[in-house]
């Protein structure tokens, strides 16, 4: 169960190809935006995410204003996936801490810090069958909560039937 991150930082550019387009929907715990200004952060932070990423298979995603701590945990991965690509962008100026977990395990390789300026995150995790849940949590460092946040699971590598 190791992960490589795939990007220390940002990385710009769209993934390769693949059959389905992405769909996203709001994490557990995610702010609602109740003021105009927070929640349009956070749209500009998804649309950020979407513009790059439309050709993957998507396994859920998100997006939020960020907050003191947040993050997601996607339950199960479908049968036959054996890794997953995270990816994550931020706004706002600061920049965020953030780690990965399977099935309840930190990840240590896939940990990072990235620059909320828009760009994206990427970081490869392997799981170990059918059903591992994967997730993250997103630690905003010194003053750095304003701004918006969206992230993504997408199937990296599946084993053939």
């Known amino acids: 169960m190791g ?3 795939c990007s220390g930082g940002g990385e710009a550019g769209p993934p390769a190809p693949s059959s389905s387009s992405a769909r996203s929907g709001e994490p557990a715990g995610a702010t609602t935006g109740t003021d105009s200004g927070g929640r349009a952060v956070a749209d500009e932070a998804k649309a950020v995410l979407e513009g790059l990423l ?3 298979e998507s396994l859920g995603g998100g997006s939020g204003e ?3 701590k947040f993050g997601n945990t996607h339950l199960a991965t479908p049968e036959g996936v054996v890794s997953v690509t995270f990816v994550f962008t931020c706004t706002g100026g600061g920049e965020v801490k953030l780690r990965n977990e399977v099935d309840g395990k930190d ?3 896939a940990a990072g ?3 909320c300026d828009g760009s994206l995150y990427r970081t490869s995790v392997d799981v170990p ?3 591992a849940s994967i997730g993250f949590t997103a630690t905003p460092v010194e003053n750095s909560a304003d701004g ?3 992230y993504a699971y997408y199937v ?3 084993n053939l039937p």
């Open 3 to 5: 992960a490589g991150a």
């Open 54 to 56: 439309v050709e993957r």
């Open 66 to 68: 960020l907050a003191p």
């Open 107 to 109: 990840v240590p390789s």
């Open 113 to 115: 810090t990235q620059e």
């Open 129 to 131: 069958g059918p059903d």
């Open 148 to 150: 918006g946040y969206a």
């Open 156 to 158: 990296e590598k599946k």
